[in-house]
């Protein structure tokens, strides 16, 4: 893997130098273009995703428009505050590993990140911006632009948000509950999502479970600790135990998931068992990541 920068080969160097000069030029047409109209220069977005490494210079870019930007390049998929997407921002940095870069571009708020669970190596799936901002989730993926402000949503077959709440809990078909569940995630963390998902955790067919947690891991939906302890102990899926466990830990303060994670290390099943062991390590300060 080779980095542009200082001791790069030559033919990295090379490309650094047009890059820059291309940029340049970029920039100082944008701004002879302001200087000869009124207001502010246009906004400048560059960024570059190569060899898990992240290069940007941007000047006054909406974020919505860096991480869309971000998304489609990388692969992975943002979910956001709405209030936050139209902020500005302004850097500029080379060769950075993406996670580092992911940093640079979020200072000031606080994020986590969730790897793709069978990468090799590890590969950034996703970012969850937690705080810093208010408003219904904006999902961005690398196919997907945000949503626009104030439109009124609606599912595929134009059913409203207190529709698809019903059928996500009420309907006595499983596969309309999974697709309800699938279509509340456009309306982010809406009170209404929040209680028909955490309901969904506890449904009876496994299906529908996993599609409910999918949501709370993909979506960023905030429900009750409760919800997701009772799925990561109790819940006849091995697999969905395991997940849950894994989101129950993400979302807890390490003093307070210590009893979970030992009952969790006596799970019948060794994959829950080995997952439980190792954050166990975590929480007791034995190493960084299970």
Same mark, same amino acid.
């Given at each position: ?101 992911? !940093? /640079? +571009?979020?200072?000031? @708020? ?7 669970? %069978?990468? #090799?190596?590890?590969? $950034? *799936? ?49 596969? !309309? /509950? +999974?697709?309800?569940? @699938? ?7 809406? %009170?209404? #999502?929040?209680?028909? $998902? *955490? ?92």
């Amino acid at each position: 893997m080779s980095k542009i920068g200082k001791g790069a080969p030559i033919g990295a160097r090379i490309f650094e130098l047009f890059l820059t000069a291309v940029m340049s030029l970029s920039l100082g047409v944008a701004q002879a273009g302001s200087a000869e109209g009124a207001g502010s220069p246009a906004p400048d977005l560059f960024l570059s995703f190569k060899d898990n490494t992240l290069s940007v210079k941007i000047e006054r870019a909406p974020l919505a428009e860096v991480l869309q930007e971000l998304a489609r390049q990388a692969r992975l998929e943002v979910s956001v505050a709405s209030s936050l997407t139209q902020e500005q921002v302004s850097l500029s940095f080379d060769g950075l590993p993406l996670e580092q870069g992911i !940093a /640079r +571009i979020l200072t000031g @708020k606080n994020y986590t990140l969730r790897y793709a669970p %069978e990468a #090799v190596p590890p590969r $950034v *799936a996703e970012i969850r911006v937690i705080s810093g901002g208010s408003g219904p989730i904006a999902r961005i993926g690398p196919e997907v632009a945000p949503p626009s402000k104030g439109s009124e949503l609606r599912s595929p077959d134009g059913k409203s948000l207190d529709e698809l709440s019903r059928d996500a809990t009420q309907s006595p078909d499983p596969k !309309a /509950r +999974i697709n309800a569940l @699938k279509s509340l995630g456009q309306w982010g963390d809406e %009170e209404k #999502v929040q209680a028909a $998902v *955490a309901s969904a955790m506890g449904d009876q067919d496994g299906e529908v479970r996993g599609t409910a947690l999918a949501s709370v891991q993909g979506g960023g939906v905030s429900i009750p600790l409760e919800a997701l302890t009772d799925m990561a102990l109790k819940d006849a899926s091995p697999k969905l135990r395991l997940h849950a466990l894994d989101e129950l830990v993400e979302r807890s303060e390490p003093g307070k998931i210590v009893e979970q994670l030992k009952q969790a290390a006596d799970d019948p099943d060794p994959h829950v068992q080995a997952l439980a062991q190792r954050w166990l390590r975590r929480v007791e300060g034995q190493q960084v990541r299970p």
